[in-house]
């Protein structure tokens, strides 16, 4: 297979969404003026030469205020331009790098290439602010590599890609067709999204093929904008998808634990009562953080449909452009009827897994509560017991401690009565009985009166206490 081709260029296209510093400090224009210092002979940065409005009303608008900023390179073949846009709410870069089609580079190697991405200097490396790229390599064919099919040119297509990626690794190769009449190869599969990267190699074998490219050149940024914008919705997604398991699979994990302590039955103690209080407060955190996990999660593939629906809009311009129909942009169209459902089939099965999460929190969280719940109930119920016993034991000591004192009363009472109530006129008739007077020849008045009035108390006060104890 001949090697050879006419006047490369690489079209570098790249988006990065407006960061706390949308200025002049973006970080897409860091990134061109590094690769405008890489390529150039006369380093000339980009930022200086950028104006902003304070309001935009259109689609995109040129940040430029004359016409495309021009360079010259170290080697006299190569020219290029580059063109940062706003675009929605994000910023866009068109850069160029390649040789002039007046002749001058025709029937060159395909290893010129590397010379336009010196030190891998267009492969961005952005932040989260970053949307990606996408690279176009476009070279005429010679009289010996025009095509007798697309599986005769895909050697050449890949020692382009190879050139271009020299010392690092090339993304591997997807799909080929025919775009605007020439043979164009994509590299790149979004199955692949943690290692992506876009290139297409595009063999021009057509006068109108380049005639078409040129006058669709804003679409085709546009068109690339938005499915860069889909590609980083998609990998955004496998971040939370991957938060949502780590989540899930602790949800489960504590489900299964709580299970394991109450299949045996055992009577929670204080402590763990109170612990089981703290995973409840913890699985409402985990809740808040699950739903907004999962708003995320569909909010990205809101953006994605969004954006789906603007690349077909755009393929439909492009096709009123050229006249013709989207068999005609089969490997444009493809992206929208082939690899987007894919992604969204993705995001759905993602959706659908993992709302039962959120039945499975609630589940935890009522399981958890009712745990809680019943424990409480039963705890209350026992101390509601042992207040009632002692209250009970209160009750009576009380009745005894009131039977003792009206008895006392009662025995004082009825001794200090009987004591003033004529014991010395008694004392008087028995001393002069015949039977009692040796006896109380011997006694005091005051003695015999005291004993008596205390005998009479304590009987009184006996019956007293017997019959109120007997009424409690």
């Known amino acids: ?21 949308p200025g002049r400090d973006n970080f897409l224009w860091q990134q061109c003026d590094k690769i405008m210092e890489k390529v150039t002979y006369t380093y000339e940065r980009l930022t200086p030469h950028l104006v902003f409005h304070t309001n935009y009303h259109s689609y995109s608008e040129d940040l430029l205020s004359n016409t495309p900023l021009r360079f010259s ?42 010379k336009f991405n010196p030190n891998q200097a267009l492969l961005i490396s952005g932040d989260d602010h970053f ?20 599986d005769s040119l895909k050697p050449l297509a890949d020692k382009c890609r190879d050139s271009l990626f020299s010392g690092d690794s090339p993304p591997t190769f997807y799909r080929s067709g025919k775009l605007f009449g020439s043979p164009i190869f994509e590299y790149g599969s979004v199955s692949d999204i943690a290692n992506y990267r876009h290139v297409l190699v595009w063999l021009l074998c057509d006068e109108k093929t380049d005639a078409d490219f040129n006058n669709c050149q804003q679409e085709i940024f546009n068109l690339l904008f938005h499915r860069n914008k889909i590609i980083k919705a998609f990998q955004d997604t ?7 398991d780590s989540e899930f699979r602790t949800i489960e994990k504590n489900m299964d634990n709580l299970q394991q302590q109450f299949v045996q039955g055992t009577v929670l103690t204080a402590s763990q009562l ?25 909010d990205f593939d809101n953006t994605i449909a969004i954006n789906i629906y603007n690349y077909n809009e755009i393929l439909q311009k492009i096709c009123v452009i050229i006249e013709s129909d989207k068999e005609e942009l089969s490997i444009l169209n493809r992206f929208s009827i082939k690899s987007a459902p894919y992604i969204r089939s993705q995001i759905a099965a993602g959706l659908g897994y993992f709302r039962h999460g959120t039945s499975l929190i609630e589940q935890a969280i009522a399981s958890i509560r ?24 209160e009750k009576k000591r009380d009745a005894r401690l ?71």
């Open 370 to 393: 009712g745990i809680v719940e019943i424990e409480q109930a039963r705890s209350d119920r026992e101390n509601q017991i042992e207040l009632r016993k002692s209250e009970q034991a």
């Open 73 to 114: 390179t170290r080697n006299p073949l190569i020219e290029g331009f580059v063109q940062p846009i706003r675009i929605q709410d994000c910023y866009g870069l068109c850069l160029n790098i390649g040789c002039r089609e007046d002749g001058t580079a025709d029937n060159i190697k395909v290893s010129f290439i590397k």
């Open 1 to 21: 297979m001949n090697d050879r081709i006419s006047a490369p260029n690489v079209y570098l296209y790249a988006f990065q969404l407006y960061n706390d510093s």
């Open 238 to 244: 496998r971040q939370i998808y991957h938060e949502l």
């Open 131 to 150: 949307l990606g790229q996408t690279l176009i390599i476009t070279a005429w064919l010679t009289e010996e590599t025009l095509p007798d099919n697309l």
């Open 402 to 472: 009131e039977s003792t004192i009206q008895a006392i009363g009662v025995g004082l009472a009825t001794g200090g009565i009987a004591a003033s109530s004529g014991t010395d006129k008694l004392f008087e008739t028995l001393k002069n009985h015949p039977a009692t007077a040796p006896v109380t020849a011997v006694l005091h008045p005051f003695i015999f009166s005291f004993f008596l009035s205390c005998a009479i108390g304590i009987f009184a006060g006996a019956i007293v206490w017997c019959w109120t104890r007997r009424k409690k």
């Open 274 to 298: 109170l612990e089981l209080q703290e995973q409840l407060k913890q699985l409402f955190s985990k809740a808040v953080t699950y739903t907004r996990l999962l708003r995320k999660l569909e």
